[in-house]
């Protein structure tokens, strides 16, 4: 089961290098794919980073937590907020929960640096930002997919909020 389980992981990794539009993720990989189960227990990765592993069972948590009675079959769920266990703004959390005859038994989830947070620099990272709020657009936990129906308010929202929106909008949907 374990070795199915990193198989899929595996899967999860080349379809986002792939799938990928920006440089960022596409090239120089800076992302990781995980499975956790229901307890979001870490269970299985493939060739993650292990800055990004560190602490994703913990928000992976957190995003449970935060739609503990409204998580449902064909959502997907955002998140970039340090504060609940992120790494910094510009890693991009989605996750993925997954079902089998009803119950949830694991989340699916990838965890990458984006191109542009929307900074008042045009990039992921700026040396001169004093304080989180300086460094781009904080999201909390959010319902990106609801039930297998994309949330458009919430995809012109984070581009409403980038430059390199089609770049962006591309690697959100890879």
């Known amino acids: 089961i374990l070795n199915r389980l990193d198989s899929i992981t595996e899967e999860m990794t080349l379809t986002l290098e792939r799938s990928a539009r920006t440089a960022i993720l596409a090239v120089s990989r ?8 229901q307890d979001c227990r870490q269970i299985a990765m493939h060739d993650a980073l292990p800055v990004h592993t560190n602490s994703f069972n ?5 995003i449970s937590k935060a739609f503990e009675d409204d998580i449902r079959d064909g959502d997907v769920f955002m998140c970039n907020d340090p504060s609940r ?10 996750a993925l929960p997954v079902f089998v005859d009803g119950e949830l038994l694991f ?3 990838t965890r990458g ?5 929307g900074a008042f620099v045009p990039a992921s990272m700026s040396a001169a930002a004093t304080n989180v709020w ?17 949330r458009n308010d919430v995809i012109e929202l984070y581009l409403a909020n980038v430059r390199y929106k089609e770049l962006l909008h591309a690697d959100l949907l890879a």
């Open 107 to 109: 989340w699916a989830a």
């Open 134 to 150: 300086e460094e781009g657009l904080c999201i909390p936990p959010l319902k990106l997919v609801d039930a297998g129906r994309m």
């Open 85 to 94: 266990y992120n790494t910094h703004i510009a890693d991009l959390v989605t």
């Open 58 to 62: 913990l928000l992976i948590a957190e």
């Open 113 to 117: 640096h984006q191109l542009d947070v």
């Open 30 to 37: 800076d992302f990781s794919c995980a499975i956790f189960d």
